[in-house]
């Protein structure tokens, strides 16, 4: 996607050759700056400290640290010792061990000095595969705004409403969530999104909307509790999200938040759609309620980050300090609640039988 009149992805090699680049999301919507990752060490901070997060890219990312951490050391030590540095950083998207498995599998038959030549071709791979795959969600999805506008009669536009960022910026390119409504702005067709803020990070109110501002969506940010009295209005006639983890049962695990805005929907009749690719689902568990959940820093709760009048970047608290607070990342949304999955191998039922039938290679896997 193009910021200004530029390009990016969300992470490359760097110009050296032997680093990475990836835009640093902690700064955004106030600052758009590159941060240069030159050791499985910085790659590992960097998914830590969310200066990249969505699934997909936690993938890519462990994937590139991979090959940075062969470059200093590429023996059965030095592997074992960067796959469990990298699986410790975040323990609900499973993209990341899908992108470490890749990896490792690949790189343990080869001789040590064939790894990192080897490492950076597959984090390539999974980087272009994953852009590849998220523009066909987007073909996919754009069929089901498309039948949407038509079923409107051209009456105003399609309104879709978000959570979290699933956009480009939690992807290599294009988004999941997103690619659909890129695409069908881009085709023409009026749309209007409802932008959820999500608390406690923002980053529909920071991320999201900063994309879409800067593709000329036209859109609206709310308050997370909104969206409910939203699709009571009959404002909202589709909800896409994306996924952190998809069991092989159907399950949906995803930013805080999801399972509200799915019930709300099933209440009002609101088609609720989840995007996401095939390296979200996770084959090896059934239900949702065995997906580990991420519990953040409390801080995230107490405190939010923005910037003030003269465009300084500060921190201000929000509660009183002798308040506790929890701060549990993901929920799941069970998938009775769920309309069909948007896949980059097209739109699917929801449940386990339509899963394993659209992707019967990595079912078997």
């Known amino acids: 996607m193009k910021v200004g009149d530029v390009h990016y992805r969300t992470i490359w090699p760097g ?12 700064l955004l919507p106030h600052r758009f700056q590159i941060r240069n990752l030159r050791t499985l060490d910085d790659a590992c901070v960097a998914i830590r400290d969310m200066a990249v997060r969505g699934a997909p890219l936690i993938g890519a990312t462990a994937a590139y640290g991979f090959w940075l951490a062969m470059q200093r050391s590429a023996d ?83 309104n879709i409403l978000t959570h979290c960022n699933a956009g480009w910026l939690a992807t290599v390119d294009w988004g999941t969530a997103t690619s659909p409504i890129y695409q069908a702005h881009d085709a023409g067709i009026p749309l209007h999104v409802w932008v959820d803020e999500t608390r406690p990070r923002n980053q529909g109110a920071g991320l999201t909307a900063w994309e879409l501002a800067g593709h000329g969506v036209p859109h609206t940010v709310i308050v997370d509790n909104a969206g409910g009295h939203l699709m009571q209005q009959g404002k909202v006639d589709l909800c896409l999200v994306g996924t952190d983890r998809t069991t092989r049962g159907g399950d949906v695990c995803n930013k805080i938040g999801t399972y509200l805005k799915a019930l709300a929907a099933r209440d009002n009749g609101v088609p609720f759609y989840v995007c996401l690719p095939g390296s979200t689902i996770d084959w090896t568990l059934v239900e ?34 002798q308040s506790p607070a929890a701060n549990p990342a993901f929920d799941v949304t069970p998938a009775r609640l769920v309309s069909g999955y948007i896949t980059e191998r097209g739109v699917v039922a929801a449940g386990r039988e339509a899963l394993e039938g659209a992707f019967p290679d990595l079912a078997a896997g």
């Open 15 to 26: 110009a050296d050759g032997c680093s990475v680049d990836v835009i640093d999301q902690t």
């Open 76 to 158: 059965d030590a030095a592997m074992v010792a960067a796959r469990e540095a990298a699986l410790a950083t975040r323990p609900t998207a499973v993209n990341l061990r899908w992108a470490l498995d890749r990896v490792y599998g690949a790189l343990e038959t080869l001789a040590p000095a064939e790894r990192p030549d080897a490492a950076l071709a597959l984090a390539t791979d999974i980087a272009d595969e994953d852009a590849a795959n998220c523009h066909d969600i987007g073909r996919h999805g754009l069929d089901l705004i498309t039948t949407l506008h038509r079923q409107k009669g051209g009456d105003g536009p399609v």
């Open 288 to 321: 949702g309620g065995d997906i580990p959940i991420e519990e953040r820093d409390p801080g995230e709760v107490t405190m939010v980050s923005g910037a003030d009048e003269r465009g300084a970047l500060t921190r201000v608290r929000v509660m009183p300090p």
